[in-house]
C-alpha cells in the first residue's frame, strides 16, 4: 500500500487537505481521532495514563481529561514524554491495522507529529508538508480558537520549526491562497499519488 504522511503546523489547514483527499479516493488514517478514541471511556490508554499520572487527569466520565493533561505536559517536559511513551505505540499499532484494510489507490496517515516524533518517516512513502507562514498560522488559530495570539505563539514554539517540516518535506502543498487554490493544488498531489501506486504496481491501472 503506498502511504503518504501528511503533517504541517497548527493552522496550516492539515485537515481541510485530508478532506479534499478522501474526496478523491484516498483513505485517511488520521492520528489524533485514534488518539481521541485511545483516551475515551474505555480506552486502551485509559489505564496505563491512570497509573503513571493518578486518577486526577481522568475525569467524571472515565475519559482523559485534556486540558489537565496539556497544563502538566506544557509544564513538565518529562510528563510530554511519559505520555507520549504510552500513546505513541498504541496510535502506530492502530494506524498500522488501518492501513492494512485499506483498500483505496492510497492512504494518507494525517500525522501532526510527524517530525517531532521520528520514526514516522520510516513508515511512509512520501512526506507532505501542509505550509504556511507564522504569522498566518498565528492568526488562524487565535481567530478560529479564540486564544491570545502569545498563547498561539507558545503552541506554536512547542511543535518542530517550520524549517525542520519543509526539510522533512518529499511534497509541500503551499496553503496561503483560496479555498479554490487549495482544492487545485490537492488535486494534482492526488494524481501524482494515484500514479506513483500505479506504477508500483499496488493499483489495477
Not at 475525569?59 to 513538565?76: N, Q
Not at 494525517?110 to 507532505?128: H, K, Q, T, Y
Request: charged residues 25%; proline residues 4%.
Amino acid at each position: 500500500m503506498f502511504r503518504v504522511g501528511l503533517t504541517g503546523g497548527i493552522g496550516s489547514g492539515k485537515s481541510a487537505v485530508a478532506d479534499l483527499l478522501r474526496g478523491h479516493g484516498a483513505d485517511i488514517v488520521d492520528a489524533d481521532a485514534i488518539a481521541h478514541a485511545l483516551t475515551a471511556p474505555g480506552g486502551a490508554a485509559i489505564e496505563p495514563i491512570r497509573a503513571r499520572f493518578g486518577a486526577e487527569v481522568i475525569d467524571a466520565r472515565g475519559a482523559l481529561d485534556r486540558a489537565r493533561m496539556r497544563a502538566l505536559a506544557f509544564s513538565d517536559e518529562r510528563v510530554r514524554r511519559d505520555l507520549e511513551a504510552i500513546l505513541h505505540p498504541l496510535i502506530r499499532a492502530q494506524a498500522q491495522r488501518e492501513v492494512e484494510t485499506s483498500t483505496a489507490p492510497y492512504v494518507v496517515l494525517a500525522i501532526p507529529l510527524l517530525v517531532e516524533s521520528g520514526d514516522w518517516r520510516e513508515r511512509v512513502d512520501r512526506v507532505l508538508v501542509v505550509d504556511v507562514p507564522v504569522q498566518v498560522q498565528v492568526a488562524r488559530v487565535a481567530r478560529n480558537r479564540n486564544l491570545a495570539e502569545d498563547e498561539v505563539r507558545a503552541i506554536v514554539a512547542r511543535q518542530a520549526p517550520r524549517a525542520a517540516r519543509l526539510a522533512a518535506a518529499d511534497d509541500v502543498l503551499c496553503n496561503d491562497g483560496t479555498p479554490v487554490d487549495l482544492a487545485a493544488r490537492a488535486a494534482r498531489l492526488h494524481a501524482a499519488y494515484v500514479a506513483a501506486a500505479q506504477a508500483r504496481g499496488i493499483i489495477a491501472c
